[in-house]
Nanobody, 113 residues
């Protein structure tokens, strides 16, 4: 059974940096797409960034130029620089899958001024 295990996150300061990691275990092959979503209190879950096995990358407009997604096979990273208060959320690792997407357990990122 495939599991996504996240690490990193925690408390950061505005203008500072944090790094998230997500390792997928239990798979013999490389996932086509891996990504990060986030959900702030009272808001819907939104895509932050995604990366394909071929290196195609997407970013939400709100994080372009500040966040960097990368991956090494089935481990995906999210380097978050120049943090803002609006980045405070629970961040989830995601792998599109059938019949249901795979999700990590979520890791809290809190940015303080």
């Amino acid at each position: 059974q495939v599991q996504l295990v996240e690490s990193g996150g925690g408390l950061g300061q505005a203008g500072g940096s944090l790094r998230l990691s997500c390792a997928a275990s239990g798979s013999m092959f490389s996932f086509t797409v891996m990504g990060w979503y986030r959900q702030a209190p009272g808001k819907q879950r939104e895509l932050v960034a995604s990366v394909t096995s071929g290196g195609l990358i997407k970013y939400a407009d709100s994080v372009k130029g500040r966040f960097t997604i990368s991956r090494a096979r089935n481990t995906v990273y999210l380097q978050m620089d120049n943090l803002t208060l609006e980045d405070t959320a629970v961040y989830y690792c995601n792998v599109p899958w059938s019949p249901r997407d795979l999700w990590g357990q979520g890791t809290q990122v809190t940015v303080s001024s």
